[in-house]
């Protein structure tokens, strides 16, 4: 059974199971998801808008392997809280507003998936510097000791140098390659952001500003990467003609519902709340008509069963067209993630 064939069929069990069987069917379930366990967001942050936004665009069902937002192929975006401290400088100079150790936590990045793009994000609070220059700039340490944290100069690498003044917006910044690099963690040691004041001038409105800004900054990093084994190759493309009723007991599509609180996941998933995953039930009786979409091997298969019933069984009423949904959940790190989840709408049903 393909993996996502199991899912609807775990997310159904889950739903009928009795409290004995719960855990060990949701389980099945976060695994395939990804998940190995169940999120507890302690405490959840905001969603971010570029993930909303990837969200509310919807899924290009015929290549959800593509996160068409950033140009590259993925199947699951996530976006990360920095865990770096400040750093107090001690033989600070006068015009350091701040000094920053970035860090983000990729341990979640299994190794089957490729990253393919990485993007830091800093954002201010508030578009109070008005009125003054600002410069931002950004290093990748070589070593992390203590030692070499303090003897900031030698030990890094400048990755960019910014200039700005108001600020509103974001600012962006490319990591895909850094964070490629981050995926073997021994690597990752984070980032050194340092913002400094212009110029000269050294009147009170810029120290003040200045001494703000630690509180001001919000610091991300959003990646996108491929998970291959929920990527099929190529997609067989069907024409979806509405099927005609069919009688009662005669395999076809059902309507089912998933309501994400029936499986006491609204914690922790952000959207949707739930949707229509359906599921195929009905018989495949002798001789298959072409209304039950049965394959070459089904048709030969009630013919046998029609000449031999007690050794041959009749095909199975499966899933023959699936199509792919978003999910946008916190991760067990409380990080925000999109993801698309290939075959887990039944489309269409028919005997196999
Ligand atoms: C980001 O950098 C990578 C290489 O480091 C490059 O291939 C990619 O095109 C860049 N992306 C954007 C959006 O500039």
């Known amino acids: 059974m393909e993996a996502s064939v199991l899912f609807i069929s775990l997310l159904s069990l889950f739903l009928l199971a009795d409290c004995t ?39 290009n069902a015929d290549n959800p392997c ?27 100079h006068d015009s350091l507003c701040v000094r920053k150790h970035l860090f ?20 201010f609070k508030h578009n109070t510097y008005h009125g003054h220059g600002f410069q931002l700039r950004i290093y990748r340490p070589l070593h992390m000791t203590l030692k070499a944290m303090r003897n900031h100069h030698t030990n890094r690498k400048l990755l960019f140098a910014h200039s700005f003044r108001l600020l ?19 690597n990752n040691m984070g980032l050194i952001l340092e913002i400094s004041a212009d ?33 099929k190759a190529s997609r067989t493309k069907r024409n979806a003609e509405p099927s005609p009723p069919t009688p009662s007991n005669i395999c076809s599509k059902r309507r089912l519902y998933i309501d994400f609180k029936d499986v006491g996941w609204q914690n922790w998933v952000i959207a949707p709340r739930g949707y229509m995953a359906n599921y195929c039930h009905g018989e495949c009786p002798y001789p298959l ?4 979409k049965g394959t070459n091997h089904a048709v030969l298969q009630t013919l046998v069963h029609s000449i031999e019933p007690e050794t041959t069984p009749l095909p199975c009423c499966a899933p023959t067209k699936l199509s792919p949904i978003s999910m946008l959940y916190y991760d067990n790190n409380d990080n925000v993630v999109l993801r698309h989840y290939e075959d887990m709408v039944v489309d269409e049903c028919g005997c196999k």
């Not at 942050?45 to 990837?54: D, E, K």
């Not at 068409?68 to 400040?86: A, L």
């Open 21 to 59: 069987e719960l855990t060990f069917q949701e389980t099945m379930l976060l695994r395939a998801l990804g998940l190995n366990r169940r999120p507890q967001p302690a405490s959840p942050r905001p969603v971010p808008h570029s993930l909303w936004a990837i969200f509310e665009k919807g899924i």
């Open 66 to 92: 593509r996160m068409e937002s950033f140009q590259v192929p993925g199947n699951i975006v996530r976006s990360y809280s920095d865990q770096g401290p400040f750093i107090s400088n001690e033989e600070s």
């Open 104 to 123: 983000f936590d990729l341990s979640v990045i299994e190794e089957k998936e490729e990253v393919t793009f990485g993007q830091l994000e800093i954002k």
């Open 168 to 186: 509103h917006k974001s600012l962006h910044f490319n990591l895909t390659k850094v964070t490629q690099d981050w995926t073997n963690l021994e």
């Open 199 to 231: 110029g000269e001038d050294t009147d009170i409105q810029k120290f003040s500003s200045c001494h703000q800004m630690p509180s001001f900054i919000h610091t991300s990093l959003l990646t996108v990467s491929l998970d291959p084994t929920n990527c």
């Open 289 to 292: 008509t072409e209304m039950l």
